[in-house]
């Protein structure tokens, strides 16, 4: 990547992280006869490493590191599963995270969760090459409170429904050296409530860094049931994302199709 590559894509990362924190701003500005709500501010740094079997057939890990000083916790992630691919637009997923997570408010236990999914995401393009794609995902989280070694489980449903747009002219678009932008909407639902918590809006923008990586700036607007109530703007989440494609020797367009199909957003 050239020196003007990288200063180009802080520029334009830095206007991002600009717009996200003026809509942060923005959305908790209230009339002067109501308390600005809590909004707590999330960031998260993840690698996405993939690596194909067969032409139908991936496997992916997952390695992730959250910090959310407004609730004085830490998270690191580590999974890994597989995704196959029966007929084209179609791919089976299944996987397990581990998600560890280590409490610094007082009173406050230790957590270690346990989180087997399995989903199905169906894709699609139009003519002018945006890409979109609906994921459909059950999961099982198993969380064991450290200090008791009492174990909780919640079932979840997800749904995310996103759109990929490139920032280029449809001959360059999903080419190395060239940006991209999405939108996607999802809301999970919980077992134990029976209710959607939380729903989660993103967006944010993507370079292609050559064929076997990507790096990806994205921003969540998270909505949240405080104390059990109606779902309530709570959370700005940070994220940056690196897919990266592991396997030499395969098809540079091969390669970049991979990690441009693959990937979570947990």
Known sequence: MSIRTLIRFAVVLSGVLLCGAAASVGAQTTSSTEPPPDIANEYRITGYPSYPVTDKLSGFGYLGYV????????????????????????????????????????G?????????????????????KWRYYNWT???????????TGDWSTVHRIRNQSRIDFPLTSVAKAWTPKTFYTWT?????????????????????LGYIAHSRLLIEFQYYMQYTRPGGGALKYTDNIFRLNFKVMTKRGILP???????LDGGIED
């Open 137 to 147: 995902r059950y999961e099982i989280r198993f969380t064991e409170t450290r200090d």
């Open 253 to 259: 367009h091969t390669a970049l199709s991979g990690l």
């Open 108 to 128: 406050k236990s230790n957590q270690l969760e346990l989180r087997p999914f399995v989903g199905a995401k169906f894709m699609g393009a139009n003519a002018r």
């Open 184 to 204: 996607d909407f999802e809301p999970i639902w919980r077992s134990d409530s029976g209710q959607v918590d939380p729903l989660r809006w993103r967006t944010g």
């Open 67 to 106: 910090s959310k000083p407004d609730a004085d916790y830490t998270s690191i992630y580590l999974g890994a599963g597989s995704f196959y691919r029966p007929v084209n637009p179609v791919q089976l997923w299944i996987g397990l995270i581990a998600v560890a997570t280590d409490q610094d408010a007082p």
